[in-house]
Nanobody, 119 residues
Framework: QVQLVESGGKLVQAGDSLTLSCAAS????????LGWFRQAPGQERDFVAS????????HYIDSVNGRFTISRDNAKNMVYLLMNSLKPEDTAVYYC????????????WGQGTQVTVSS
């Protein structure tokens, strides 16, 4: 199992930018597809973005497409989420997720980092 630790969440204002980081350890980083999910109070945990093992293929939920960018650095075992033009509805706990690149089965979650966007 790969261990994931998110960081970078904070209180920001609408329109601001923020970068979240996720550090991985325990297993080969390139074995995994990486993703970001988020969960607002009282809501389900929703998919936000994902990136393939080699960083070539990315996917985004429509509400963040064009504003958020997911990236990874396999040499540093890191995955990032650059969030631009933040909106109050982006407020949530953001979680890093690892899935085996071949099977697509989830391996682990991070503990989450809180992002709060004020109006």
């Amino acid at each position: 199992q790969v261990q994931l630790v998110e960081s970078g969440g904070k209180l920001v204002q609408a329109g601001d930018s923020l970068t979240l980081s996720c550090a991985a350890s325990g297993r080969s980083f390139s074995s995994f597809t990486l993703g970001w999910f988020r969960q607002a109070p009282g809501q389900e945990r929703d998919f936000v973005a994902s990136i393939s093992w080699n960083g070539i293929i990315t996917h985004y939920i429509d509400s963040v497409n064009g504003r958020f960018t997911i990236s990874r650095d396999n040499a540093k075992n890191m995955v990032y989420l650059l969030m631009n033009s933040l909106k109050p509805e982006d407020t949530a706990v953001y979680y890093c997720e690892a899935r085996f690149r071949e099977s697509g089965h989830r391996d682990s979650w991070g503990q989450g980092t809180q992002v709060t966007v004020s109006s």
